[in-house]
């Protein structure tokens, strides 16, 4: 059958399509969140990795940057300051924060619990295993206790994979200390 309109344009992808529902993907605890893949680098052919993360308040990530990657925040439920660049913004439900690489930023959790949806553009397969390096597979789907950072595994394991650059601790203690007051 010669049919054009049953030839695959070489332009299109020959991925297939991703499709998961609430609670599935792989689930892994980092910095005391529960981070649900929900589309990996290889699965888009690197077009994007995107990956639900619930937090807790008083969650916050050191200052870094993405060398190679943008990184968008979408808070789809609770609060967050973000620190970018320099400057402070607090994000709440239903906002955006993106990015882009090479940026220094930071996130503090503000609210009780909060409920991000995070894409990463290009996908970005070094900054997944990072993740599960660093965190460990989430045997529940819940999120973990409350731990400190543990920032000599995150610079070992940022500087083996390349894809985030530590540049410092989380500029948030002001915000933290008047948060758990």
């Given at each position: 059958?010669?049919?054009?309109?049953?030839?695959?344009?070489?332009?299109?992808?020959?991925?297939?399509?991703?499709?998961?529902?609430?609670?599935?993907?792989?689930?892994?605890?980092?910095?005391?969140?529960?981070?649900?893949?929900?589309?990996?680098?290889?699965?888009?052919?690197?077009?994007?990795?995107?990956?639900?993360?619930?937090?807790?308040?008083?969650?916050?990530?050191?200052?870094?940057?993405?060398?190679?990657?943008?990184?968008?925040?979408?808070?789809?439920?609770?609060?967050?300051?973000?620190?970018?660049?320099?400057?402070?913004?607090?994000?709440?439900?239903?906002?955006?924060?993106?990015?882009?690489?090479?940026?220094?930023?930071a996130m503090l959790v503000t609210s009780e619990t909060a409920l991000l949806l995070t894409i990463v553009t290009p996908g970005c397969k070094e900054l997944e295993m990072f993740f599960r390096e660093v965190g460990q597979p989430a045997t529940q789907r819940t999120l973990p206790p409350s731990a400190p950072l543990p920032?000599?595994?995150?610079?070992?394991?940022?500087?083996?994979?390349?894809?985030?650059?530590?540049?410092?601790?989380?500029?948030?203690?002001?915000?933290?200390?008047?948060?758990?007051?």
């Amino acid at each position: 059958m010669n049919d054009p309109r049953h030839q695959q344009d070489p332009r299109m992808s020959t991925r297939t399509a991703i499709i998961r529902a609430e609670g599935e993907g792989d689930a892994v605890w980092f910095n005391s969140d529960l981070f649900t893949f929900k589309a990996t680098a290889d699965e888009t052919e690197q077009a994007f990795t995107l990956f639900e993360e619930r937090s807790q308040r008083g969650k916050a990530t050191p200052l870094h940057l993405h060398p190679k990657a943008d990184e968008t925040f979408w808070v789809i439920e609770g609060e967050i300051r973000v620190h970018v660049d320099g400057a402070e913004t607090t994000v709440r439900q239903g906002g955006v924060a993106s990015v882009p690489r090479g940026m220094p930023h930071a996130m503090l959790v503000t609210s009780e619990t909060a409920l991000l949806l995070t894409i990463v553009t290009p996908g970005c397969k070094e900054l997944e295993m990072f993740f599960r390096e660093v965190g460990q597979p989430a045997t529940q789907r819940t999120l973990p206790p409350s731990a400190p950072l543990p920032m000599d595994r995150i610079r070992a394991s940022a500087m083996r994979h390349g894809s985030v650059v530590i540049l410092g601790p989380p500029p948030f203690k002001a915000h933290a200390a008047a948060d758990s007051a």
